[in-house]
């Protein structure tokens, strides 16, 4: 029993590389810059596309700022949403693969993938029907060919 609780889980963490970055929680300090960086004011929308354990969603949350988490591990889906259900009049939390989802209109984006996986995100960002302007915040990968507008350690601010 235990062995096969053990298998499930280790298939929910390993299945998500074949579509993205693994799970790697974004530490407090970046977390807290990426916040600044964003400067999301009360009422706007957030999307992180990989939304981990929802830590970044919760602190969005405790300022108004609407968010939709997209995540792809169940196990994660479910944790966010235990972490985030004080502030849940904020927070969705969507058990989906963010590249096949269409997002609604977003005044900002937080992202910690993969080097390989930023040209595919900026041309997602960049087909969007309604082109209104929006804040992409990336931990750790640039997006290749495009000038951030303002860089906080390894966080990159991209302006759309
Ligand atoms: C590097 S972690 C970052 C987690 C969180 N954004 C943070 O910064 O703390 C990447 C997350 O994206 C999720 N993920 C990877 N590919 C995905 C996809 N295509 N759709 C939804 N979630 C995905 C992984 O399960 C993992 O939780």
Redesign the pocket.
Known sequence: MLAAILIVILICFSI?IF????????LKKE?LAAIELLDLKKGELLL??????G??LKEMAKKEVFCVG????PI?VLISRLICWPQRKFVTIKW????TEEFPDANGI????LDRYMEKLNKKILNREKKVPLKLVS?AFKVPKKKYVQKKGALFLYQY
């Open positions: 998500v579509f993205g970055a693994p799970y790697l929680p974004t977390k992180e596309l990989g939304s981990g354990d830590r970044m997209y995540e792809l591990n994660l989906a693969n963010f590249w937080y992202v910690f993938l931990y």
